[in-house]
């Protein structure tokens, strides 16, 4: 089945270190998202990328990277500068990033201890 | 400049009862507006959208949404609420390039179902 997959769907971390988040699709989209998901509020966009090897900041950028070496891979690390990390963590994907027609995995809480 | 806002933050209706979700929109362009669902610890899933063609939006599991845009609404509905119909609903809207980077999220409404 064609589908996003996150890993892991729950992490824990100590301050002052760095995490990442694994986000995979097959389902052969050009574009790739993460959204911070806070209690109470909507998503809010970290990074996104529209091809290989370019992506753009989202509203939220300071504190985080991302790199898209492969078309299927999105990889989010959260650094020790990201003060407030702890959240749920989505990643999407879209045909071409030209819709709003998002297709969403299933999330990664990170906890900081 | 664009902006959502639900008007509920939470709702609560009985099982077999109408649902109706508020959704108004601000944008300065002709928008593109879409509903997502997310079931606790899920990723969400896109109900309907409106891209500017028929104003009455009809989505997966009976939803459906209506665009007015005298009133600049974009409110979901329901006839008759099931008890997997409780979920978090995102009311979204888009810029008119309709582009994924120019999405704008609601806060939600957590729809609560009662048996």
């Known amino acids: 089945d064609g589908g996003i997959t996150q890993s892991p769907k729950y992490l824990f971390r100590k301050e002052g270190q760095n995490v990442t988040l694994s986000c995979e699709q097959n389902l052969n989209h050009d574009a790739m998202y993460w959204y911070r998901q806070d209690p109470g509020q909507g998503l809010r966009l970290i990074y996104y990328s529209q091809i290989v090897n370019d992506f753009q900041k989202g509203d939220i950028a300071e504190g985080y990277s991302v790199s898209r070496e492969k078309k299927e891979s999105f990889p989010l690390t959260v650094t020790s500068a990201q003060k407030n990390p702890t959240a749920f963590y989505l990643c999407?994907?879209?045909?071409?990033?030209?819709?709003?027609?998002?297709?969403f995995g299933e999330g990664s809480r990170l906890t900081v201890l | 400049a664009q902006s959502v806002t639900q008007l509920d933050s939470h709702v609560s209706v009985s099982e077999g009862t109408p649902v109706l979700l508020r959704c108004n929109y601000s944008?300065?362009?002709?928008?593109?507006l879409f509903w997502y669902v997310q079931h606790p610890n899920k990723g969400l899933q896109l109900l309907l959208k409106?891209?500017?063609?028929?104003?009455l939006v009809k989505g997966i599991n009976g939803f459906e949404a209506e665009f007015k845009k005298s009133e600049t609404s974009f409110h979901l509905t329901k006839p008759s609420a099931h008890m997997s119909d409780a979920a978090e609903y995102f009311c979204v809207v888009s810029n008119s390039g309709g582009g994924a980077d120019g999405l704008t999220f609601g806060k939600g409404t957590h729809l609560i179902i009662q048996p």
């Open positions: 944008s300065s362009y002709s928008p593109s």
């Open positions: 409106y891209t500017s063609a028929a104003t």
């Open positions: 999407a994907s879209s045909i071409d990033g030209e819709t709003g027609e998002l297709f």
